[in-house]
């Protein structure tokens, strides 16, 4: 490694081993790497789930966690870094409590998805990657989640918040920073982003009701399992804000309900107390 001027050129010059973790911390780490690392067949291959734990520990992955990971699993630095720094998964500044990631892949980003994230922007006061003065909420936009079905789709510590708007979003990451017990649309309950990273790691998640609960995907984001399966489906999806009662004709949208988020976001606020979110329904359902 080499040190970095404050405009971020690399001046060539060796950096300082990084401080270990206090002899207790570093202790209770390697036992848990024991754990991991027994999982496979090929000790390296671990390297993915240690690098959750060393995030688990410190909120981000550090100098001193790559250093942890090199130790534990024989790699150089350099691997350990080629891979921290590949995956986005893997944070590499402190950040807060709550990871607020705004997906402005297209789908969500013509169902509301920039508008959110614009309007997060604003009422935080923090760009993308920053993180609000008080450590709680670190903003970021993200690419698709595969929640498409559920657009436009806000995720918290890799939890989903369906059919968002810039309203219910501004009220979350209110709920968020003031403590406020703010519910998944679908899947385990919230943790903390150190929490999540523990789970992450591949460590049971011990909170009662966590494992029972369901984050299936929705019924469109399934049509092709279904047909690789081999069943036969039905004619077309629709999605209920756009179904009548059973048996109505489909319902045919002027082309002002398709109007960019740009235009005028969405209010496709499944999330909205007055129109709870459900999953979406398949025609004839
Ligand atoms: S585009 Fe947002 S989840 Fe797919």
């Not at 405009?7 to 990084?18: D, H, N, R, T």
């Not at 998944?184 to 494992?211: H, M, N, Q, S, Y």
Request: proline share 9%; aromatic share 4%.
């Amino acid at each position: 490694m080499t040190t970095s001027s404050p405009e971020g050129v690399s001046l060539g010059m060796p950096q300082l081993p990084p401080p270990d973790y206090p002899a207790d911390v570093r202790a209770r780490l390697e036992a848990d790497a024991r754990e991991v690392v027994a999982r496979y067949p090929d000790s390296r291959s671990a390297l993915l789930p240690l690098l959750h734990l060393v995030q688990s520990e410190e909120g981000h992955v550090t100098r001193t966690g790559m250093q942890f990971c090199a130790d534990v699993l024989d790699l150089t630095t350099a691997e350990v870094t080629a891979v921290a720094t590949f995956y986005t998964m893997y944070r590499r500044k402190p950040s807060g409590d709550y990871q607020v990631g705004v997906c402005t892949n297209t789908l969500c980003a013509v169902m509301g998805g920039d508008a959110i994230f614009e309007t997060l922007q604003e009422h935080l006061g923090v760009g993308n990657g920053g993180t609000t003065e008080d450590g709680k909420v670190t903003l970021e936009h993200i690419e698709c989640n595969a929640a498409c079905d559920f657009a436009p789709v806000v995720m918290v510590n890799w939890e989903f918040f369906d059919n968002q708007t810039p309203a219910s979003a501004k009220r979350l990451v209110d709920d968020l920073r003031a403590g406020t017990q703010v519910e998944p649309t679908r899947g385990a309950p919230l943790c903390t982003f150190k929490e999540t990273a523990r789970i992450l790691a591949g460590f049971p998640d011990e909170r009662a009701g966590a494992v029972e609960a369901s984050g299936g995907a929705g019924p469109a984001s399934l049509i092709g399992l279904r047909l690789a399966k081999g069943e036969a489906l039905p004619a077309r999806v629709v999605h209920p804000r756009a179904g009548g009662p059973e048996g109505s004709q489909p319902h045919d949208p002027s082309p002002s309900e398709h109007l960019s988020s740009h235009d005028a976001p969405q209010q496709t606020s499944a999330s909205d107390p007055a129109h709870p979110a459900g999953p979406s329904a398949e025609e004839g359902e």
